[in-house]
DNA sequence: ATGTTGACTATGTCCGACAATTTCGGGAGG
DNA sequence: CCTCCCGAAATTGTCGGACATAGTCAACAT
């Protein structure tokens, strides 16, 4: 069970052709996109298929849609798009960024964690924690257990919001990493560091916490960037 | 021109239904959700029109669809979703939630704007800073100033993920807030700080930045709580 | 007991049509 | 020549139906 799933391909192909118009005529924020039966038409797809893709853009305060205006971008996503799929090229920027913006997101994230987690809570992840570390000496795919050890993290902090930003960068971080590499197990170096993040956390020791995950961030953005290194120079 | 749109009522009037589906069964994360024709049928509605509600719902992660097997929670949104306009109720909760969100990122972004903005970026926060200003001591509407201030603070960083995010939470905001109160102008205790904040980016001094940034963030937490407050008494 | 097939279910995509709204140009009037 | 108003065009929002594709599960045959 991957929690984690890249959309489908034809709308993906819609995000890629859109990225392609933004970069080729230079279209910044305020911008107008071209309208949605065009975009059927030239790409041979169905309109409704369009706006699901273009929906998406939307949910993620990309671009916004007018009844009558037209549809224009929100946001500056020059330089390549990074929140979205791409096909082909492979950016160590995109890797990076989504890295950037999770460090604060899963800083804080055990710090309120270590705060307000009750005792059912802090059982949860002491017992995903010792789970995570037999999957982790058996040599076997720990990837599942990780995600569900952050997950309850995540839970904790008894806001839902952390785990679904979260959440969406693991998944642009899936779309644009793992399909290329495979299944590359990032990160095998700040396994060791969860069992201590653990116990800090159900200890309430906010501040631990919050530093061993900053070290934990550390060691995936190394391993990211090492791997990233390696493909550079292929 | 409001940068942040509710999405229409008829996708509205499906999340609403979503949401009581999902308290009134307390459905959780790995819960299966009722197929789209049944859901079209039972609010009126077409397909397409259901498929596109949900479609937003799956881009931010909260649910993952499977083509044959049907749509699955991705994540716990119990005690009523915030994400989400909802119509009738304010709940306190959704706008601490948002804040406690927000505040991590929007530190970061100062601190790393502080470190990375070019010449042209320092120039453009501070021309906005000013506008801000004058526009403020005018006794005018300041608020979309402010949001092209904070925008360009984002887009100073080089990383479009923190401005993309960030909007995402302020249309949360806005959905669960400025609806029902008309508009507040919120923070208003938080403007004379925007003038040494911008200042302290300019000079590329990163942690009295993030300091001042935390303030601002403190005030306007502190007026949205007291606003809630008020509400609460009512 | 087990493996396989087939019906059923649910999402993915397409098409055509109409409604609602904004935009823009052209014409009447000053 | 300029301004104001109206209507046509453009564009998104919604609807209904249809078929394709893939997962689910139970009945069946071995």
Chains 1, 2 share one sequence.
Do not use: C
């Amino acid at each position: 069970m991957d929690p984690i799933a890249p959309a489908s391909h034809k709308q993906r192909q819609v995000m890629d052709a859109l990225l392609e118009i933004i970069d080729s005529e230079s279209l910044g924020a305020g911008d107008r996109l071209p309208a949605e039966v065009d975009l059927a038409r030239r790409l041979g797809l169905g309109r409704g298929t369009v706006r699901e893709a273009i929906k998406s853009w939307e949910a993620m305060g990309i671009v916004t849609r007018n009844k009558g205006a037209g549809t224009v971008l929100a946001t500056d996503i020059s330089g390549h798009a990074l929140q979205l799929p791409l096909s082909v090229t492979l950016e160590a920027q995109s890797l990076a960024r989504t890295l950037a913006v999770r460090r604060p997101l899963e800083i804080e994230a055990v710090r309120i964690a270590a705060r307000h987690a009750d005792e059912r809570q802090r059982h949860e992840i002491r017992g995903l924690m010792l789970e995570l570390m037999a999957v982790y000496e058996a040599g076997e795919d720990w990837r599942a257990v990780d995600h569900r050890f952050h997950a309850a993290i995540h839970a904790a902090t008894g806001n839902p919001l952390f785990g679904q930003l979260i959440n969406q960068l693991l998944r642009a971080f899936h779309d644009i990493y793992e399909a290329p590499f495979g299944q590359p197990q990032l990160g095998h170096a700040s396994l060791p560091l969860h069992r201590p993040l653990a116990e800090a956390i159900v200890a309430g020791d906010a501040e631990t916490a919050a530093d061993l995950m900053t070290r934990i961030l550390d060691e995936v953005a190394a391993a990211a960037a090492a791997v990233t290194f390696r493909e550079e120079q292929a």
